[in-house]
């Protein structure tokens, strides 16, 4: 498929220049907005069933994040990732979403936020949490993921959803850490999927931003339907 050989071309060339100078979304090159090679490995060590890997068991924690584009509702999985859905989740409660925008959008790929006001200042972070990336869930369509840098356990606010099913970012050892999913949207996939149709350009150092800001007006923690 055209778009997904695109996907790991940028995979094998953006990770380092996108993902090197801020926060990087998946990977140690500087495709996929960062994403290794293309292993779409499970985890073997995951104690979730293969065929419902992003399944969340315990109680329903609601994220809406309304943009300008439409409303995206995210299902957070604190069971699967604890540390990582904490992390989101305190950033949403301070309001620190509020009036970011997807600085990095990638058809076929990935769509980036939570990082860069709209003049593409980065917003100041907390310390940097653990890698989960080891927890059984998968880098799929629709899946949200932090974003960090080479290191692995660099992540702080940035995150991404996927737009493909994006197995070469997933946990397949040491050599590839992954990209920890923390959760999965739940509404909204034609508002990513208009998302991923922006036109793009480069802004200083920083490439594959949109021409017309895409805004996340704000985040905030909602009741599960």
Same mark, same amino acid.
């Given at each position: 498929m055209k778009n997904f050989n695109k996907a790991v071309c940028y995979s094998l060339i953006i990770v380092t220049a996108i993902f090197g100078l801020?926060?990087?979304?998946? =990977?140690?090159?500087?495709? =996929? =907005?960062? !994403?290794?090679a293309s292993p779409d490995v499970n985890n073997p060590e995951s104690q979730q069933k293969p065929d419902e890997p992003n399944k969340i068991t315990q109680e329903r924690k609601m994220i809406k994040l309304e943009t300008t584009k439409g409303d995206i509702v995210i299902e957070v999985n604190e069971t699967a990732a604890p540390v990582t859905s904490a992390n989101f989740l305190k950033y949403v409660q301070?309001?620190?979403y509020d009036g970011t925008i997807f600085h990095r959008v990638i058809p076929g790929f990935m769509i980036q936020?939570? $990082?860069?006001?709209?003049?593409?200042?980065?917003?100041? /972070?907390? !310390?940097? #949490?653990? &890698?989960?990336?080891? &927890? $059984? @869930?998968? &880098?799929?369509? $629709? /899946? #949200?993921?932090? =974003?960090? @840098?080479t290191e692995p356990n660099s992540a702080t606010a940035q995150f991404f959803i996927n737009h493909i099913n994006n197995g070469f970012l997933n946990y397949s050892g040491p050599r590839n850490p992954g990209y920890a999913v923390f959760g999965k949207v739940t509404e909204g996939m034609d508002v990513i999927d208009e998302i991923a149709k922006v036109q793009t350009s480069s802004k200083g150092p920083y490439e594959n931003v949109p021409v017309e800001a895409v805004i996340i007006k704000s985040a905030k923690i909602v009741n599960a339907k």
């Open positions: 801020t926060v990087v979304c998946p =990977a140690d090159d500087k495709p =996929a =907005a960062s !994403a290794p301070e309001g620190f936020g939570g $990082g860069f006001s709209p003049d593409m200042t980065q917003k100041p /972070t907390r !310390a940097p #949490i653990v &890698n989960e990336a080891k &927890n $059984g @869930l998968k &880098n799929d369509r $629709g /899946t #949200i993921a932090m =974003a960090r @840098l």
